[in-house]
């Protein structure tokens, strides 16, 4: 069985999340999307660890071969837990790049055994981001276009001014 490993901090999880999320669900047997912690977010953070796995449940429901999960520590030691073969990435535009290329690199040298596998954002996603969501949401803003459906009503009420 391939499994593939989705991390992120999906605070909250948007619609460009979910479509990454959606199409490696269809070139894995399964994927985990994995609520992970990124030190240098710690101040940012809007949601707990487990809204943000709440949030993703109900966005993935129709999906069958998604998993939620968290973890405090490193990716890679959770990659080797799991065997997953794969780490799934979302890149944006090339700022996302120097800091994902780091990343996956520093993941390949921790656990040779799985590979970084980035999918190109789809060019409406293309600048959106979950800071781009709690600051326009918190501003009293329209953040519709942004996350799914099923979680927005929560998202406002939990961000508006
Ligand atoms: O959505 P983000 O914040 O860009 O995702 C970054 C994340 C959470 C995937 C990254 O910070 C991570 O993998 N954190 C887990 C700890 C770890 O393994 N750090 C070393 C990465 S080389």
Redesign the pocket.
């Known amino acids: 069985m391939r499994i593939a490993v989705c991390?992120?901090?999906?605070?909250p999880v948007t619609k460009g999340h979910l479509d990454i999320i959606e199409r490696a669900s269809k070139l894995f047997d399964k994927v985990i999307v994995?609520v992970?912690?990124?030190?240098?977010?710690r101040a940012t953070a809007a949601f707990t660890i487990q809204e943000r796995m709440e949030f993703i449940l109900r966005v993935t429901e129709d999906m069958d071969n998604i998993l939620v999960d968290c973890?405090s520590?490193?990716?890679?030691?959770?990659l080797k837990e799991t065997r997953a073969c794969a780490i799934v990435?979302g890149l944006r535009a090339v700022s996302d790049f120097e800091?994902e290329f780091?990343?996956a690199l520093?993941?390949k040298k921790?656990y040779p055994d799985a590979e970084t596998v980035f999918l190109t954002t789809s060019a409406e996603n293309m600048y959106l981001s979950?800071s781009v969501v709690k600051e326009i949401a918190s501003l009293g803003g329209d953040i519709s276009g942004f996350v799914p459906e099923q979680i927005l009503e929560d998202i406002k009420s939990r961000l508006k001014p």
């Open positions: 991390p992120g901090s999906f605070d994995l992970s912690f990124n030190p240098s977010k973890n520590g490193l990716l890679a030691d959770y990435k800091y780091q990343m520093a993941n921790l979950s």
